[in-house]
Antibody, heavy 121, light 107 residues
Framework: EVQLVESGGGLVQPGRSLRLSCAAS????????MHWVRQVPGKGLEWVSG????????GYADSVKGRFTISRDNAKNSLYLQMNSLTSADSAFYYC??????????????WGKGTTVTVSS | DIQMTQSPSTLSASVGDRVTITCRAS??????LAWYQQKPGKAPKLLIS???SLESGVPSRFSGSGSETEFTLTISSLQPDDFATYYC?????????FGQGTKLEIK
């Protein structure tokens, strides 16, 4: 069974950092692109960042560019999102999602259950 | 960035109804469009890709159509399990964008 499990969310103060992780299983992780997508409770979906299978192509939404860094460790079947200089606007539910193909240019065909990030003093 | 606009934002319908949700792109995206269903407290689920390709396991009452800037998601005969929020998403541009969502409610 294809599975994505996010972790690392929690309560963090404004200006601080947090690192999200996503553990993948049930598919050949190292040939697929991956995404992070977030959702403020009760609101819509926002694409945050994507990474290709070999980390050769990476993209960020303007809202997080320069503050967030996506990375992956194919040996560990894991995806990461390092989030720095957090603000209340970053408070959301964060989903890890598998891309249909080898780059993040593709749509999301499998989603994790998500992890909550709350930025508050 | 490419803006995606869904209509309506909320749709009230009854079991058995045929419903259509529209998604418009601010510029041509060819057929690089996906549709997702999301239920409260759950992750989105992929229904359709490439504007009209039904994902494996998705009931055939769901269908998608359109190209360039105008797309539709149609549910031919609503079932109780279909009441949820639906999102379109363009992947023509590397900066993926979603529509604001259409909440399908029971009338």
């Amino acid at each position: 069974e294809v599975q994505l499990v996010e972790s690392g969310g929690g309560l963090v103060q404004p200006g601080r950092s947090l690192r999200l992780s996503c553990a993948a299983s049930g598919f050949k992780f190292d040939v697929y692109g991956m995404h992070w997508v977030r959702q403020v409770p009760g609101k819509g979906l926002e694409w945050v960042s994507g990474i290709s299978w070999n980390s050769g192509k990476i993209g960020y939404a303007d809202s997080v560019k320069g503050r967030f860094t996506i990375s992956r460790d194919n040996a560990k079947n894991s995806l990461y999102l390092q989030m720095n200089s957090l603000t209340s606007a970053d408070s959301a539910f964060y989903y890890c999602a598998k891309a249909y193909g080898d780059s993040y240019y593709y749509y999301m065909d499998v989603w994790g259950k998500g992890t909550t990030v709350t930025v508050s003093s | 960035d490419i803006q995606m606009t869904q209509s309506p934002s909320t749709l009230s319908a009854s079991v058995g109804d045929r419903v259509t949700i529209t998604c418009r792109a601010s510029q041509s995206i060819s057929r690089w469009l996906a549709w997702y269903q999301q239920k409260p407290g759950k992750a989105p689920k992929l229904l359709i890709s490439r504007a009209s390709s039904l994902e494996s396991g998705v009931p055939s009452r769901f269908s998608g159509s359109g190209s360039e800037t105008e797309f539709t998601l149609t549910i031919s005969s609503l079932q109780p399990d279909d009441f949820a929020t639906y999102y379109c998403q363009q992947y023509n541009n590397v900066f993926h964008t979603f529509g604001q969502g259409t909440k399908l409610e029971i009338k």
